[in-house]
């Protein structure tokens, strides 16, 4: 490894599986020392494990404040700073028509997806405002930038997510911080596998239903995503920030696109004439 995140401390929110998971796995290859925070206990202490001293856990329920300012803390008292945030932790949510869809599920989509990533910039700006430097990642994803890939409040706190982290990284710019977010397109995830099949273990028969859908022929892993975070979090990205970076093999480039073959005849249009 490239070493690209040496000496940082990070947090990954939801880090005890699928996208979070691998991007821990990926920032401690490139370096970081991170900390986990999940609801997951079994999953999150076995992560942290397998890292070892690059990584410790908090179960951390991230739409309660006190949670999320425990585990910025956590990372200051344990490794002496906080570098980047990387505020993931997700949930499908409400699912079902608009005329149908219960407030109570409304609002408890919109505390994991979205209240949560205002607590972890909050937190986050908290300890790195002082330092004037750190790095705040969010998980968008393709339905917060195409309408009808998603669940009406999935679509509405992704769609939100990027415009908070527009917001913010206006304000926190001045300070050396930097703030993005990512959106991933289909990855094989156990959410993924819920949502596919009514099974979170049916990854292999989620990848290949993702493959055959994929403009690109292949199944996004939670890998490419950790990717794209590490880019985000390095200085490779240092002229980078109040963006949100679509990772959806073309998903939402082709989202209803007409598909030419190479026999239609090519159409040059000048004037409003055929030529």
């Keep these: 490894?490239?070493?690209?995140l040496?000496?940082?401390?990070?947090?990954?929110?939801?880090?005890?599986?699928?996208?979070g998971a691998g991007t821990v796995r990926r920032f401690v290859e490139?370096?970081?020392?991170?900390?986990?925070?999940?609801?997951?206990?079994?999953?999150?202490?076995?992560l942290a494990d397998e890292m070892g001293e690059a990584a410790r856990f908090l179960v951390t329920d991230v739409s309660v404040e006190d949670d999320v300012a425990a585990l910025v803390d956590l990372a200051v008292a344990e490794y002496g700073a906080l570098d980047i945030m990387f505020n993931n932790a997700g949930i499908l949510g409400a699912v079902g028509p608009i005329a149908a869809?219960?407030?109570?599920?409304?609002?408890?989509?919109?505390?994991?997806?979205?209240?949560?990533?205002?607590?972890?910039?909050?937190?986050?700006?908290?300890?790195?405002?002082?330092?004037?430097?750190?790095?705040?990642?969010?998980?968008?994803s393709t339905a917060g930038i195409t309408g009808g890939l998603g669940p009406h409040a999935y679509s509405a706190c992704k769609h939100a997510v990027v415009g908070l982290t527009k917001s913010v990284a206006a304000e926190l710019a001045p300070n050396g911080i930097r703030v993005n977010a990512i959106a991933p397109g289909t990855v094989v995830t156990a959410m993924t596998s819920i949502a596919y099949t009514g099974e979170p273990a049916n990854l292999d028969e989620?990848?290949?239903?993702?493959?055959?859908?994929?403009s690109l022929g292949i199944a996004g892993q939670p890998a490419d995503i950790a990717n794209a975070a590490l880019y985000l979090a390095s200085d490779e990205s240092r002229y980078v920030t109040g963006h949100c970076l679509v990772v959806d093999a073309g998903q939402t480039t082709n989202a209803g696109a007409k598909r030419f073959s190479a026999a239609e005849p090519v159409l040059i249009l000048e004037g409003g004439r055929r030529v």
């Design 101 to 140: 869809t219960p407030a109570a599920a409304w609002d408890r989509t919109i505390e994991v997806l979205l209240r949560s990533v205002f607590l972890g910039m909050k937190h986050a700006a908290r300890v790195m405002v002082p330092r004037q430097s750190g790095v705040i990642l969010s998980t968008a």
């Design 30 to 46: 490139e370096g970081a020392r991170v900390v986990i925070g999940d609801l997951d206990l079994d999953g999150g202490k076995r």
């Design 206 to 214: 989620t990848g290949e239903r993702i493959k055959a859908a994929s």
């Design 6 to 19: 040496a000496g940082r401390v990070a947090i990954v929110t939801g880090g005890a599986s699928g996208i």
């Design 1 to 4: 490894m490239t070493q690209r």
